[in-house]
């Protein structure tokens, strides 16, 4: 015989409310208490079925229509003195016709989450040790009336750490509404013993024990443009809703070496100074809570050059997959150096585009302007490559050049027009990409 121990019913109850289950050790018959009056069912035993609680008083309790858009729950603590012969429900949510949502105990010692077709949408990597107390809590979000998202984690013993967890990605909640609950089997095939004490259900995650951690909120200030050798203050805020900030911390995503010194790294403000023109920082706020979850947030610090600017020795981003040629570390470096030994060479090209897209050292404004790119080809043939300035992600002029057969490194420059002149408001957030194709 498998016997199966839940600790801790509660239903259509406040959380911690005190709740008394009791079954007859052979007919399955349940008597328990929901909103304070007493529902007996003396119909439903179905062999030693367990708990067995249907009518008016659950539908209400966990009805989906009722709940609109709220979260139900369910939660059990339990324990197997053996593998059952045959898997059995363990506990099931069922409308008249279908069981909507259930948990199912294998011969492999696993639980099985099944849907309302009774499919089975997980089935636990975690194989239950005999006489173990373990906990299951199962819930669901429901999106809209009547669909929703359906959530499961195993716990052992006490723990707030899961052993695991499934997360439907689809709505796979029936939308009827539940009209019975059942603790125990569903047929009356098989043997199962059940002890009840304590279970609980209810419309709020406070009744499923402690919440998941909620990371902090992290803002830093605007990016910035500043002048040589300037004092640059960065300010941030960081707010945690259940709990404390522990901690904070300023640091440079770029550059990774030879950045300046920070002043007041771990707080929430801090300093620094910037460096010669042309000088691109890119510097990160973490925050940390008191149980050790963090967040960040990025902000751009710019010193416009009035003089020619290289691309930053940033990796490159865009279409297809580019090898790096040199010993440079980088692809913005490859190209942002005189060295014909270095340089970014696109996959072979077909009708299908292949770019690479860099970004600009901070520039000043500019009257007029001209983009010089050193091109060539790995062998004879025609090839058409296209030059593109972004302003952020905002395309600003195009221009289209043929390579016409050049193993040798050309190098090809293009006029920013008036239009483009005039159209430009940050000339410090500036990007060029090349693309190829055939």
Avoid at 107 to 129: D, E, I, P, S
Avoid at 224 to 246: P, R
Avoid at 255 to 284: I, Q, W
Avoid at 400 to 429: H, Q
């Amino acid at each position: 015989m498998t016997i199966l121990r839940s600790n801790n019913f509660e239903a259509g109850v406040a959380a911690g409310t005190a709740i008394d289950s009791t079954v007859s050790a052979t007919g399955g018959n349940a008597f328990t208490y929901f909103n304070g009056a007493p529902v007996y069912s003396a119909t439903h035993s179905r062999g030693a079925l367990g708990l067995d609680c249907s009518g008016n008083a659950v539908a209400a309790a966990v009805g989906w229509a009722g709940l609109g858009t709220k979260t139900f729950q369910f939660r059990s603590d339990f324990r197997i003195a053996a593998a059952p012969s045959t898997t059995i429900q363990t506990f099931t949510a069922r409308n008249a016709s279908n069981y909507i949502i259930g948990l199912n105990l294998n011969t492999a010692r696993k639980l099985q989450v099944a849907h309302w077709a009774g499919a089975v949408l997980y089935t636990t990597t975690t194989t239950l040790a005999v006489d173990t107390w373990y906990r299951w809590e199962l819930w669901g979000e429901v999106t809209t009336a009547g669909a929703g998202i359906l959530h499961f984690a195993l716990f052992l013993g006490d723990s707030t750490t899961p052993l695991e967890t499934f997360d439907t990605t689809t709505a796979d909640l029936q939308s009827t509404n539940i009209t019975e609950t059942r603790i125990g089997k569903h047929s009356t095939s098989g043997t199962l013993s059940l002890i009840i004490d304590n279970f609980a259900m209810g419309d709020t995650a406070a009744a499923l024990g402690p919440a998941a951690n909620v990371p902090p909120t992290v803002s830093v200030g605007a990016s910035q443009n500043v002048a040589a050798g300037a004092t640059v203050s960065l300010t941030s805020t960081a707010t945690d809703v259940d709990g404390t900030v522990a901690s904070r911390a300023w640091s440079f995503d770029y550059p990774t070496t030879g950045a300046p010194t920070l002043t007041g790294a771990s707080s929430a403000n801090a300093s620094f100074t910037a460096g010669a023109a042309g000088s691109y920082y890119v510097l990160r706020h973490t925050a940390t809570d008191d149980t050790g979850a963090s967040s960040s947030a990025t902000t751009e610090i710019r010193v416009p050059a009035s003089g020619s600017v290289r691309p930053v020795a940033l990796n490159a981003t865009g279409v297809g997959t580019w090898t790096r040629a040199g010993s440079a570390a980088t692809d913005g470096a490859a190209v942002a150096d005189e060295l014909s030994t270095t340089y970014n060479e696109s996959p072979s090209v077909s009708s299908t585009e292949a770019t690479r897209r860099y970004r600009l050292a901070p520039s000043a404004a500019r009257s007029a302007a001209q983009i010089a790119v050193d091109l060539s080809q790995d062998s004879t043939g025609t090839l058409t490559a296209t030059v593109r300035l972004y302003e952020g992600t905002t395309l600003r002029q195009t221009w289209t050049v043929t390579t016409a057969g050049d193993t040798s490194i050309v190098s090809r420059t293009v006029t920013l027009s008036p239009a483009t002149i005039a159209a430009i408001t940050d000339w410090a957030n500036l990007y060029v990409e090349v693309g190829a194709a055939s």
